[in-house]
């Protein structure tokens, strides 16, 4: 018996969440819907010029594995927090969650915690301005003995591909868990992250890994492909499991020569945030617990749906409950 069902690896990210209109936006030099890098001083600016806060742990596949937490699974988060308010803040939340945080936080670390200053439009739509701080520091040395060797799954983050060290992380985690017995993923993050490590990427797929999911806008970027059965037939090459979200349209799941595709109900979204992070972790859910393909995209439809009814990327029902009511389990 393994200690975790799941682990993930990725950014560990305070999440400062406000409503904003497109004016507002616009006036701050916001671009919408999409998550762009900022430094220190612009952070802090932005921080400032937010109302009504709310804050929470973020991050990707840290809101992933809370997902599963709320699903039961024992889980644990590889990921990288200073030693201040926001890092300790960010570790007790992940306990508490249910998710064994298994680095202490750095003390004299080189930078602060990180931090995402996220702005929600009335559409739903997140603006999410990220100042990586400690957390990008993260690399081998960050992944303790006993933890990817002694998990099922493993997740990984695209995100952390923007510096050697998180590849090299991710190499040493992925090699780990396969070596015992288990599987290995990545959630591809944000075609912008595709454009800038394709090859990277491409090689991890095929090489390390055993699924992948990401988005419509991800699989053509990565496959360089105007197509998405093209994108999808290229993927299926390169690894056994692939899953492709598409918003309104569903989930896209190809395993060998099978292919499911699951539709959606339509939702208006109260705020998009963690939307993709919390289908991730329904599917993953199924996948732990030997679902069929089908039922696995399933579970992330209806985690995705409670995710995007309210404010923040953590769930507020009972998934769990969520799933009998859709006769999921």
Do not use: W
Not at 32 to 49: D, H, N
């Amino acid at each position: 018996m393994k200690t975790y069902k799941v682990v993930g690896i990725g950014n560990a990210i305070v999440d400062v969440l406000t409503q904003s209109d497109d004016q507002f936006l616009a006036h701050m030099g916001i671009e919408k819907g999409i998550m762009q890098l900022v430094e220190r001083e612009r952070a802090e600016t932005l921080y400032g010029a937010m109302d009504n806060r709310v804050q929470a742990p973020g991050g990707s596949v840290a809101n992933t594995l809370a997902g599963l937490g709320n699903l039961g699974l024992k889980t644990g988060f590889v990921g990288r927090v200073a030693d201040d308010a926001l890092g300790t803040f960010y570790a007790d939340a992940m306990e508490q969650g249910g998710t064994d945080f298994v680095n202490a936080p750095v003390a004299g670390a080189e930078a602060p915690t990180s931090r995402s200053m996220i702005f929600v439009s009335p559409d739903g739509e997140r603006s999410m301005n990220t100042y990586l701080g400690v957390s990008a520091e993260l690399g081998p040395d960050d992944l303790a003995d006993g933890v990817a060797d002694q998990a099922e799954i493993v997740f990984l983050e695209g995100y952390l591909f923007d510096k050697d060290k998180g590849k090299e992380a991710f190499l040493k985690t992925a090699r780990a868990c396969r070596a015992a017995g288990g599987k290995a993923g990545i959630a591809i993050s944000d075609p912008f992250c595709v454009e800038r490590h394709r090859d990277d990427f491409l090689a991890l797929i095929k090489d390390e890994l055993d699924y992948f999911i990401g988005n419509r806008a991800e699989l053509l970027s990565l496959f360089q492909a105007d197509d998405l059965d093209a994108a999808l037939g290229k993927a299926a090459e390169i690894c056994p499991l692939v899953v492709c979200t598409q918003s309104g349209d569903g989930v896209t799941i190809v395993q060998g020569e099978t292919r499911v595709h699951v539709g959606v109900q339509e939702v208006v979204p109260v705020d998009a945030t963690g939307a993709g992070d919390l289908f991730a972790a329904g599917f993953l859910y199924g996948l732990a617990t030997g679902a069929d393909l089908e039922t696995c995209g399933k579970m992330g439809n209806v985690c995705a749906a409670e995710i995007i009814s309210h404010m923040g990327a953590r769930p507020e029902a009972d998934l769990q409950a969520l799933f009998k009511q859709n006769g999921l389990i």
